[in-house]
């Protein structure tokens, strides 16, 4: 996987360091009368994806250069691997393309949330919430909070006349309320990633307790089928 590294500079600043390259470059070559090296390198830290209708760019904006496959640490069934962009899997294998879902997932940028077994039936973390009293639940008030925090983020227009907004792909995890992976609206509104289809689903899924071990109250579970091809 080849990414991308963003060097951002303002106009100005451009400038300055510009002459102060030549600046050097003209001392270097005077001093030693020979041809010198400017060897490519960087100094930086943080990074991530951008996104814009249907386009998506992993970028960099200084990264400290730790995530070489040479400096992966590994015990047992852990692995641990440096930097912003190491060189670990990341979510571009996990969703089967034999899924009828597998377009959509790439439009949003393939969000490894997609991948959760019961995501589709309204489980946007894959965490189980709830305790020994009242049982454990997949789909439960960290899901509902997430839906209804995204609920009025608006999917660009792309220039269309219809009202647009940044979209849900744009907030951290929004995307993954998105159970019924696809786009509701219409012209006059606008169109929602997150709306009342995906409350329809997580509303269908909000009481199935899990199993679990006596005297813990027990359910039959949410099916892990999520990624299941036809």
């Not at 077994?117 to 008030?141: F, M, W």
């Not at 899924?205 to 089928?225: K, R, V």
Request: hydrophobic share 35%; glycine share 14%.
């Amino acid at each position: 996987m080849i990414l991308v590294r963003l060097k951002i500079f303002s106009h100005k600043r451009f400038i300055t360091m510009f002459v102060i390259w030549m600046l050097i470059s003209v001392s270097v070559y005077a001093q030693t009368g020979d041809g010198y090296d400017l060897s490519w390198n960087t100094i930086d830290g943080g990074g991530g994806p951008s996104r814009g209708g249907l386009y998506v760019i992993a970028g960099t904006i200084g990264q400290p250069d730790a995530g070489l496959m040479a400096d992966v640490m590994a015990e047992g069934s852990y692995e641990l691997y440096g930097g912003f962009w190491p060189g670990a899997p990341l979510c571009e294998d996990c969703f089967p393309d034999c899924h009828p879902d597998y377009d959509e997932w790439v439009s949003v940028g393939m969000p490894c949330c997609w991948c959760n077994l019961r995501q589709c039936h309204g489980d946007s973390d894959h965490a189980v919430e709830g305790g020994t009293k009242g049982g454990y639940y997949y789909v439960h008030y960290n899901d509902l909070n997430l839906l209804l925090a995204c609920w009025p983020i608006l999917e660009p227009n792309d220039g269309n006349p219809y009202p647009g907004g940044p979209g849900a792909a744009w907030y951290d995890h929004c995307i993954c309320a998105d159970f019924a992976h696809d786009a509701e609206g219409g012209t006059k509104t606008g169109y929602y990633r997150v709306h009342y289809s995906d409350l329809t689903i997580l509303l269908n899924s909000w009481n199935i307790l899990e199993p679990a071990p006596p005297p813990i109250p027990s359910g039959p579970g949410i099916e892990p089928n999520c990624l299941d091809c036809p």
